[in-house]
């Protein structure tokens, strides 16, 4: 599985961005996938997760009710809608997939920036 994210951005305090991730390789029937995110220092961190068999998502406590993570099947595609941004949103946000198999997630796309400014 090849994963392509996109859709980061600088964007005000409030204000709203919609990241893609684009996933190629095979089809995501069986697959959890989520969105991380790492600022600057060394632990990246969980934001939102889609169960595509499920259609169950769930979410960090500091995302919650401001990110919205959904998918487009015939596109092969997931999004993270988020409003409100705040400048700790700022980061560079990863999309992650792995199987019904895998314990950790195993796939892994580029990171893409989103900056929050106050």
């Known amino acids: 599985v090849q994963l392509q994210a996109s859709g980061g951005g600088l964007v005000q305090a409030g204000g709203s961005l919609r990241l893609s991730c684009v996933a190629s390789g095979r089809t995501l029937s069986n697959y959890r996938m989520g969105w991380f995110r790492q600022a600057p220092g060394p632990e990246r961190k969980f934001v939102a997760a889609?169960?595509?068999?499920?259609?169950?998502?769930n979410y960090a406590d500091s995302v919650k009710g401001r990110f919205t993570i959904s998918r487009d099947s015939a596109k092969n595609t997931m999004y993270l809608q988020m409003n409100s941004l705040e400048p700790e949103d700022t980061a560079d946000y990863y999309c992650a997939a792995k199987s019904i198999h895998d314990m950790d997630y195993v796939y892994w796309g580029q990171g893409t920036l989103v900056t929050v400014s106050s």
């Open positions: 889609f169960n595509w068999s499920a259609g169950t998502t």
